[in-house]
């Protein structure tokens, strides 16, 4: 994780409410960027499906230029043992996997706290940490941790 790569690529996303997100990000395939406006889970790699349906191709994300980029599919990704993801989409084009703060903390029943150097997944029931995530130039990044029971695609 302390390796993270200098390439730097932009994101820009826009939601049926039209909220609008833009960033520069370090291009890494097992780093999750955490959003707090992403309504979803986002990632390119569809090896990291557990499951994983098709579709048709009539949604879709905007990127930063004003084009559209097809969500071809969505599904669970499983992070780590204790971060299991629901209904992520695949969209190829994006450069970066992205990490919805709402969903995740709903889904999983969690409380994100936010310290300068990382920030803490802690689950509202047990209180025990289930995720952490590490700052780097001003965004947090969760690890991806290939999990061997995952079936592919």
């Known amino acids: 994780m302390d390796s993270l790569s200098k390439t730097t690529s932009y994101c820009s996303l826009t939601s049926k409410s039209s909220s609008f997100l833009s960033f ?36 879709h994300i905007t990127v930063a230029n004003g084009s559209n980029t097809p969500v071809t599919g969505h599904g669970n ?13 695949h969209v190829p084009k994006l450069s970066n996997n992205l990490l919805s703060i709402q969903k995740v903390t709903q889904d999983l029943n969690c409380a994100m706290v936010i310290f300068h150097s990382h920030c803490v997944f802690q689950d509202l029931a047990t209180r025990k940490t289930i995720g952490i995530a590490k700052e780097q130039s001003g965004l947090y990044y969760l690890q991806h941790e290939e999990n061997k029971k995952c079936a592919r695609l």
């Open 24 to 59: 520069n990000a370090s291009s890494t395939e097992n780093i999750w960027i955490i959003n707090s406006s992403a309504t979803y889970h986002m990632t390119p790699h569809s090896s990291y499906f557990s499951s994983y349906t098709a579709l048709s191709g009539n949604q």
């Open 77 to 89: 990704v499983h992070l780590q043992p204790s971060f299991p993801l629901k209904n992520v989409f």
